[in-house]
């Protein structure tokens, strides 16, 4: 690897952090061994076409971003009284055992040299623990980061017959000048038979490099809803996923992202589809002014067993500038002929004679662009539960537009 | 009789999979050295300058990676190109390619007898011709064309005839050797294929075929096609392949350059049936200027692995693109294919329909990019993936790339996969049909939008080799 942090990143570091989170040994040797893998491993996926890389994550410099021990945050974490929503330090101190058998089975620690680079120096996280047959509403995770950088960890686990909504923002706060960095990464066990909506709404400042992943496993009967609302960031890089695991499962993916002057936003959305009788609907829209650049990449993966799969995807574009670029790229990758799958993905500008009607009723151009540009949102928006998410949504997409 | 009688009545073996002995005046040798090649530009006397193209793409060729990296890309692996032929002269008495089908050699002319190629001339063609592992054995066009300034000669003719020609647009600015390694391979060793020249406003109205056949086992073709269409011109170039099966590997790279001038349309179909031991590993492009239109209409049927993704650059105002493209895959088939558009002026426009269809374990894939440049105002490009699975052991993919750098444009990419409905199959058995022919429907109706884009002639035969493909005949 050509990007190496090790200048400040050292296993003296990794056990200073794990110090301050007074952490059982277990997790410090998942750590160090994530520091260990770092030379070995490459950067995550991007698409490469013929003389282009959809984004270049290679020539990013992480020795300046990256500041391990300095991780200043204001958090919220907050829920409902019967579902545990935990600092990770309090998790791993009254429910060891269920953070030590879910942690790193939904992603691996070293998928990645990012996911790696988290591992080894989360400082901070969220653990979200609903007991059997429970049913909770708005669990909400704030973070304001106010460090150079910040490694954010999450876990959510449902035990059976259980439900959740849950809410994610991230932030910039403190004073910090030059650029910064904030990984998330994300993992949820969904017990049988749960339902679990995790809404994200990823809305820091324009000198923040962003890397998220977030990844679900669905077991027998349970659904998995994400919303992943990228604002945010110069350079983002963020990606989605749900494996259904069980038989009976079900994903929704629902993305929005709004880029303005010179940001890049890279979405990944997938779904595995692993067992028989699951579905899945993946709906993205996306709005780009300014010299904003989007990448979207969409996988449904049908596994040889995944008998009777429903798989949708669609991908939606909208142009506001002729600086901006759009490169999307839906894929299919079907294994089982028992199944209905299909995507669609679109690029275009506003809609010229919805434009035009409005105008002859004398609203003006840019009001009226605006207003469309709502509308656009209006089914990612419906589909939020969590009313805070929709409200913070809707705000955030109005603080975009032109008038 | 009428062509479909005819091809209905022709034994499938013995239309595609017979063989026939040897015969080779000069054969290269297995493997890829710069003698091989001085053996090759030698041997057709060629002038120092396409010498010097051959041994810059080898040097290339040397230099540059196996495509590995591809997400979901064909495996390449057991193809061991030093283990190819690459250059069989066959030893046919004429050293330039005759007119007259009875110049050539019995099993030569048999060969080309049982394709039905001489039927073909005489029904529906302008011209045709045929190539005999590396050279152009036959080649005819009617009058009525040459008088009006037609060229169609095979392309090592063309080295000499047409000099200036081939110099300024023989993989210079369309199919550059750094293109990929297997067009520096082709660039090195091509031998064969058509060289198409249409003078400005001359509509051909009957297409020009070249039909290409492999007849010795390990051997590579690797004919070079360039075509030429001169403002306000017209004209279709077909070309059909076929090659018999064999233990050892076969290698097609074959080479396809068309310029399309000022609202010129050309109009290049395909219908590829290689042997199941063949790699086909092809690079086609046109580059289109304006108000031209480049049509592509590909069938892939055979071959172990193909990778194909003909492409049109969209150079000039209103230069339009249309792309159809059918792919089979049965057991053993990896059928990676598609299409490549760049929309690089405004009031561009392409679409592409694709059809493929996966059975008993064999895979396709729709691979695709659609690049629209910054500039290109008021562009369009509507893609349209239709997949259709036989059974559990195929495997069917779809993976386009759009890259959109211009906001005032029309982009809508839509996909679909699924199994054939058993209640259709169950429709038409009530009917009196039997399973078999009750597929075989069905997956005639999925590929009728395509099929009638085509001239009958190929219609028929595009139909017959699904025919003989469902029916598990072939390889």
């Known amino acids: 690897m050509s990007t190496q942090v090790h200048a400040t990143l050292t296993e003296e570091t990794v056990r200073q952090i794990a110090d301050d989170l007074d952490e059982p040994e277990w997790l410090t040797e998942k750590r160090l061994e994530a520091l260990d893998a770092l030379d070995d491993l490459g950067m995550p996926h991007v698409i490469r076409t013929p003389g282009r890389d959809w984004t270049n994550l290679a020539d990013l410099d992480y020795e300046t971003l990256v500041d391990p021990i300095s991780y200043a945050e204001e958090k919220d974490q907050v829920g409902p009284d019967e579902v545990e929503v935990l600092a990770i330090s309090e998790a791993l101190d009254q429910r060891e055992e269920v953070v030590r058998e879910a942690f790193g089975s939904v992603i691996d620690p070293q998928e990645n040299y990012l996911t790696a680079l988290s591992t080894a120096l989360f400082s901070t996280g969220t653990v979200v623990y609903v007991p059997e047959g429970v049913d909770a509403e708005d669990v909400t995770i704030r973070t304001t980061m106010n460090s150079r950088s910040l490694f954010n960890y999450t876990l959510v686990v449902t035990e059976e017959s259980s439900s959740v909504t849950i809410l994610e923002r991230q932030e910039s706060g403190g004073d910090v000048a030059g650029d910064r960095y904030y990984s998330g990464v994300v993992e949820i066990a969904a017990g049988k038979n749960t339902q679990v909506q995790y809404g994200s709404l990823q809305d820091l400042d324009q000198d923040t490099y962003v890397y998220t992943r977030k990844h679900a496993s669905a077991s027998r009967d349970s659904r998995v809803d994400w919303i992943e609302a990228n604002f945010g960031g110069r350079l983002t890089k963020a990606g989605v996923e749900t494996d259904l695991d069980g038989e009976g499962t079900e994903t929704n993916i629902l993305g929005a992202f709004y880029g303005i002057d010179d940001q890049h936003i890279d979405v990944d959305a997938r779904v595995w589809h692993n067992a028989e009788n699951t579905t899945a609907d993946l709906t993205t829209r996306g709005v780009l002014d300014d010299e904003a650049r989007s990448v979207y990449e969409g996988v449904q993966n049908v596994g040889r067993e995944a008998w009777r799969t429903n798989s949708y995807q669609r991908e939606a574009t909208l142009m506001l500038s002729d600086e901006s670029e759009a490169d999307a790229s839906p894929k299919l990758i079907i294994n089982n002929h028992d199944t209905e799958a299909s995507h669609s993905a679109t690029v275009g500008q506003v809609d010229p004679q919805d434009l035009f009607y409005m105008t002859s009723r004398g609203v003006d151009e840019d009001r009226a662009t605006d207003m469309l540009v709502e509308g656009f949102f209006v089914p990612i928006l419906d589909a939020v539960e969590v009313d805070e998410l929709r409200e913070d949504l809707t705000a955030a997409i109005r603080e975009r537009l032109r008038s | ?475």
Not at chain 2, 124 to 152: C, R
Request: hydrophobic share 35%; net charge negative; glycine share 8%.
């Open chain 2, 1 to 475: 009789m009428s062509s479909e009688e005819h091809l209905k009545q022709t034994d499938t073996e013995e239309r595609f999979e017979f063989k026939k002995e040897q015969r080779a005046a000069v054969t290269s040798g297995k493997g890829l050295t710069e003698e091989t090649i001085r053996l090759i530009s030698e041997d057709k006397g060629e002038p120092d300058w396409m010498l010097e193209r051959r041994l810059r793409a080898l040097r290339l060729f040397e230099e540059m990676p196996m495509p590995t990296d591809w997400p979901g890309q064909p495996d390449l692996s057991e193809l061991d190109i030093e283990e190819i032929v690459p250059y069989i002269r066959p030893d046919v008495e004429a050293r330039d390619a005759t007119n007259e089908w009875d110049d050539l050699p019995d099993d030569i002319k048999d060969t080309f007898d049982k394709l039905g190629i001489p039927e073909a001339e005489r029904k529906a063609l302008s011209g045709v011709g045929a190539q005999y592992e590396s050279e152009v054995v036959y080649q005819n066009m009617q009058e009525q064309w040459e008088e009006k300034g037609v060229v169609f000669m095979n392309m090592d003719e063309a080295v000499q005839e047409h000099e200036d020609l081939v110099r300024e647009y023989f993989m210079t600015s369309c199919v550059p050797p750094s293109d990929n390694k297997f067009a520096a391979l082709h660039g090195a060793v091509w031998s064969g294929g058509s060289f198409v020249y249409v003078p400005e406003g001359v509509t051909v109205q009957m297409p020009v075929q070249a039909y290409f056949r492999m007849n010795s086992e390990g051997m590579g073709q690797f004919e070079h096609t360039l075509i030429i269409a001169e403002p306000n011109s017209e004209v279709h170039y077909i070309e059909g392949c076929s090659a018999p099966k064999y233990a050892a590997h076969n290698l097609h790279s074959g080479g396809v350059e068309v310029f399309v001038k000022e609202g010129a349309h050309v109009q290049y179909s395909t219908v590829q049936n290689w042997s199941r031991n063949t790699y086909n590993l092809n690079t086609k492009r046109a580059i289109v200027e304006e108000d031209g239109t480049m049509e592509w209409i590909s069938g892939s049927m055979g071959s172990k692995a193909t990778m194909l993704y003909p492409c049109s650059i969209l150079k000039g105002r209103n230069a339009t693109d249309n792309h159809i493209t059918i792919a089979f895959a049965g057991e053993g088939q990896d059928i990676d294919t598609g299409a490549k558009v760049y929309h690089n002026a405004p009031r561009t426009k392409s679409t592409i329909e694709s059809k493929s269809i996966s059975k008993d374990g064999g895979r396709t894939n729709y691979r695709g990019l659609v690049h629209i440049s910054d500039g290109a105002e008021h562009s369009s490009t509507a893609v349209e993936c239709d997949a259709l699975m036989f059974d559990n052991e195929s495997t069917s993919d779809t993976m386009p790339y759009m890259e959109i750098q211009e906001s005032t444009v029309d982009v809508a990419h839509e996909a679909t996969v699924g199994k054939i409905g058993d209640e259709d199959v169950f429709y038409l058995q009530s009917r009196g049909l039997d399973d078999d022919d009750a597929k075989q429907m069905i997956v005639a109706g999925f590929i009728e939008p395509i099929t009638e884009e085509l001239p009958i002639e190929y219609a028929v035969e595009l139909n017959r080799l699904i025919e003989l493909e469902m029916e598990g005949s072939l390889g």
